[in-house]
């Protein structure tokens, strides 16, 4: 008795076509997400250094921008204090950012706080406090 030989039907084809369709599409999606992300970079920031001069009320920060890309100053928050400070630090470049905060302590301790950025994100330091 021969056996016969079937060939694939169509729906078979289709099965076949969608699956390798769908693993085309989230190879694809993986490779440009990967793209992406490598692309668009998060901004840092590294606080050198923060005073608060107690007797004039002045906040001295020192920020190094290590880069990928440059950072749009906001505000800065000392001690639940937030003050306007729009700045942009460029890639690479260290700046000192002066603020008048109300905040006043005591010579030697350490207030909490942050520089917050245009985007949301926020770096904390500790301000030494000077006479």
């Keep these: ?44 920031l590294n606080v050198v250094s923060a005073e608060l001069y107690s007797s004039t009320g002045q906040l ?6 290590p880069g990928p890309v440059d950072v749009q100053i906001s505000s800065v928050e000392i001690a639940g204090e937030v003050v306007t400070a729009t700045q942009t630090i460029r890639v690479g470049d260290q ?3 002066t603020v008048t905060v109300g905040v006043r302590a005591t010579p030697g301790t350490m207030l909490p706080g942050r520089v ?7 770096f904390p330091f500790n301000a030494v406090v000077k006479p």
Aim: avoid cysteine; aromatic fraction near 6%.
């Design 60 to 65: 001295r920060l020192v920020l190094v921008n």
């Design 1 to 44: 008795m021969p056996t016969k030989l079937k060939g694939m039907t169509s729906l078979e084809i289709a099965i076949i076509v969608a699956i390798v369709l769908i693993i085309a599409v989230a190879v694809g999606w993986y490779l440009y997400t990967t793209f992406v992300a490598s692309v668009g970079g998060q901004p840092r």
């Design 95 to 97: 700046q000192t950012v």
């Design 116 to 122: 917050i950025l245009s985007g949301g994100q926020s």
